[in-house]
């Protein structure tokens, strides 16, 4: 019997630009596809170490079966590794469709003061996102019009940190450090919000919570101190409206 050829995994070469190159990575994944199996493949812990989350992106070269978004966000980071001038961090949307809630995870691309994205979706333009937007909040936007296409209306976004560049950190990837309830703000005070958000982060003066203790975030416009005990306001109305 024939075997199913094997995509090759992405090399960068030094004739490439940074969108050549994520376009190969984004082509390769496709070349995986997407999982519609209902049988998840690869085991993804979210609180695990990035280390451990880099050898199950190693596996998923090895056995090249098909992904969902969240292995794609690995696989995205670990293809990445050591370009630099590449930051990576994670973006999450909660949405609501016919009566349902949804979830959908993508990797955010910062690069010579562009915004873009890497991923896997059932849906072309709910995954990767050519380097082009100038502003955090313009590519948000740009997912949020791609969802009202399909009926679904965002929730809530969630913007993580940069991911280390180093392929053997302990430290686990902070998903969440900003939780904005977008459905319940006008679009200005989204784009305040991000905006603020991306320029801590470009200054790199956000700090991830360590691994021990609760995941921090960064309540809507308010920085919340080590020290400081008190969950926001915000993060109450998240408990009482998770679904």
Known sequence: ???????????YKLSMSIPEWLQAIQTYMKMLQYNHTGTQFFEIRKTRP??????????????????????????????TNGQPSVERFPISFKTHFSGNYFHHVVLGIYCNGRYGSLGMSRRSDLMDKPLTYRTL?????EFEDSYKKYLHSVKKVKIGLYVPHEPHSFQPIEWKQLVLNVSKMMRTEVRKELEKFARDMRMKILKPSSAHSPMK???????????????????RACRRDKS
């Open 137 to 141: 909040s313009d590519l948000i936007f």
């Open 217 to 235: 975030e960064r309540s809507r416009g308010k920085s919340l101190s080590p020290r400081r005990r008190q969950a926001s306001p915000q993060r």
């Open 50 to 79: 990035l280390s451990g989350l880099m050898e199950t992106a190693k596996e998923m070269t090895r056995e090249s079966l098909p992904i969902k978004c969240l292995e794609a966000v690995i696989l995205g980071i670990y293809l």
């Open 1 to 11: 019997c024939v075997q199913p050829s094997v995509p090759p995994v992405p090399n």
